[in-house]
């Protein structure tokens, strides 16, 4: 079996002072197997642009649990993401580290159908209160695609299915997620975890 992870390339300019490890000055593309590292376990495998591990995610329950973890490579949780119970909407919230008590990080709402530009959901982050609809996630035209656009509509994040130096495609479970400069990592990678409960892949 062939390397997943992205192919070698020249080395970038390192990132540039921030508070936060996963905020770069540069873009920056990371592959995402949808296999854990957990025996038995569900969730998925993220690698940088370095072939090096950066992301893991893990419910170590059954596939669609209500409760998931995003850590970082040595296994810190980064972010637990939990399922609010609603009669109507879907809605997920995203706690910092390992708590799931007080004001959640960010909460993602699921549309009941598809509005105009095929919106899946709409993010609100926790902390920043004079924002409304912070990010939106909007899906593409294949099955796993979809962009992450901020509140002025330009696209942050994107990700699709990977494909070689040589333009073949890998299997369905081997995604490539392109972040822009000064986006949080992080975030997007809890925002991917979330469309992946919402699709079943998790």
Request: with cysteine; aromatic share 10%; hydrophobic share 35%.
């Amino acid at each position: 079996m062939g390397k997943i992870h992205p192919e070698n390339i020249s080395s970038p300019p390192p990132p540039s002072p921030s508070s936060s490890p996963y905020v770069t000055s540069i873009r920056e593309t990371f592959t995402i197997w949808m296999k854990s590292l957990v025996f038995h376990g569900n969730g998925c495998t993220v690698f940088n642009s370095k072939g090096e591990l950066a992301f893991r995610v893990d419910n170590y329950q059954e596939k669609c649990s209500n409760e998931v973890f995003l850590m970082d490579l040595n296994g810190q949780v980064l972010f637990s993401i939990k399922k609010e119970k609603l009669r109507v909407f879907g809605r997920w919230s995203g706690y910092l580290r390992g708590g799931l008590k007080g004001k959640p990080w960010f909460q993602v709402r699921k549309n009941c159908t598809f509005s105009r530009g095929n919106v899946i959901c709409n993010v609100n982050l926790g902390h920043e209160k004079s924002i409304e609809s912070c990010y939106k996630i909007q899906k593409l035209d294949r099955k796993s695609s979809f962009k992450v656009t901020n509140n002025t509509g330009e696209i942050v994040a994107e990700l699709k299915q990977k494909q070689s130096s040589r333009g073949f495609a890998y299997g369905d479970d081997v995604l490539t997620l392109e972040v822009e400069p000064q986006v949080d990592q992080s975030l997007i990678m809890a925002l991917v975890t979330v469309c992946g409960l919402i699709s079943r892949k998790l």
